[in-house]
């Protein structure tokens, strides 16, 4: 499974931003997909996940009520809607894979495909 992500860029805060990642799989719905990010000098941390059908969504504490994980089975492509955007959203965001819905959807090595990761700079 190959994942390319995209829609990343410099905004201020408040603004909002939507991110995609496009996976190249004919069997995207049997994936959970992921959504993780990294900001300098810190370690990869989970931000958004969502079952393979949608029907199931978990996210971190802190964009929870900001950011929405949602996909399109259709076009193969996961997006990550981010409201209210603050300077400690700054970071690489990247899109993984994994099977299976468990409570490991939230760590990071539990994925077994990742994307190259988009960049989001906020400005205050």
């Known amino acids: 499974v190959q994942l390319q992500a995209s829609g990343g860029g410099l905004v201020q805060a408040g603004d909002t931003l939507r991110l995609s990642c496009a996976a190249s799989?004919?069997?995207?719905?049997?994936?959970?997909m992921g959504w993780f990010r990294q900001a300098p000098g810190k370690e990869r941390e989970f931000v958004a996940a969502?079952?393979?059908?949608?029907?199931?969504?978990t996210y971190a504490d802190s964009v929870k009520g900001r950011f929405t994980v949602s996909r399109d089975n259709a076009k193969n492509t996961v997006y990550l809607q981010m409201n209210s955007l603050n300077s400690e959203d700054t970071a690489t965001y990247y899109c993984a894979a994994r099977t299976g819905w468990h409570a490991v959807v939230v760590t990071t090595a539990r994925y077994s495909y990742w994307g190259q990761g988009t960049l989001v700079t906020v400005s205050s």
């Open positions: 799989t004919g069997r995207f719905y049997s994936y959970v």
């Open positions: 969502i079952s393979g059908n949608g029907e199931w969504t």
